[in-house]
């Protein structure tokens, strides 16, 4: 079974560009998450899809992060401008329901903004 | 607040050597508590999961401990290889569309 893709797998931009991310998780997986993990942290919630909707966004920097999952597969998170603070490994993750279930992680992007 | 707490920070051990790592919770409703294992450059992969009912489990060299009354869990590696270097990170489920809650990790360096 492939595991969860990501690309691109590193990133450096300049402050105020902008950059996508995108994730293919696991076939049938219908839950789907972005985590953003800063070293020496651990991840934190963006976003969470199920299917193609979303469940939970509280904790995402609305006025410059957004992201979608139009057919409820894949999926793009972006950031338009980034600062600074952004740099960090954005992680996309999946499960095959909404509940306890495993959550299987890609591999990440990490992001340098200079 | 909903939080996990995990110690030490880091910790160097010599191969062959045991090692516990520590995690505390403040999690409510509890559902879960997983241990995950992240190599550097990748994203985490889960070792155990253990639900209020369990007190323990064991993954190999892995064994995992849960005190729900104190809402501490600890994950013993026994018998440490080059390749336990890694950062061991404990996850609560706070029950409902699987909401995890992260520990920042315990970054662990086997030393031959």
């Known amino acids: 079974e492939a595991g969860v893709a990501q690309s691109p797998r590193y990133k450096i931009i300049e402050k105020r560009q902008s950059v996508a991310f995108w994730c293919n998780p696991i076939s049938g997986h219908a839950t789907l998450y972005w985590y953003q993990q800063i070293l020496g942290q651990g991840p934190k919630l963006l976003i969470q899809f199920q299917n193609n909707g979303v469940v939970d966004d509280s904790q995402l920097p609305k006025d410059r992060f957004s992201a979608e999952r139009l057919k409820g597969v894949d999926s793009t998170l972006k950031i338009q401008p980034a600062k600074l603070e952004d740099s960090a490994v954005y992680l996309c993750?999946?499960?095959?329901?909404?509940?306890?279930?495993?959550?299987?992680f890609g591999p990440g992007t990490r992001l340098t903004v200079l | 607040k909903n939080q996990v707490e995990q110690s030490p920070q880091s910790l160097i051990i010599l191969e062959g050597k045991n090692c516990t790592l520590q995690c505390n919770y403040t999690v409510s409703p509890f559902s879960n508590l997983r241990w995950y294992k992240q190599d550097t450059g990748r994203g985490p992969v889960s070792l155990t999961i253990m639900t209020f009912s369990e007190n323990t489990k064991s993954n190999g060299r892995y064994t995992a401990t849960l005190d729900a009354d104190t809402k501490q869990s600890s994950l013993h590696i026994t018998a440490s290889q080059l390749s336990d270097s890694a950062s061991y990170i404990c996850v609560v489920s706070a029950g409902g569309y699987n909401k995890l809650i992260f520990g920042a990790g315990t970054r662990l360096a086997v030393h031959p």
């Open positions: 993750a999946s499960s095959s329901l909404a509940g306890e279930n495993e959550q299987f």
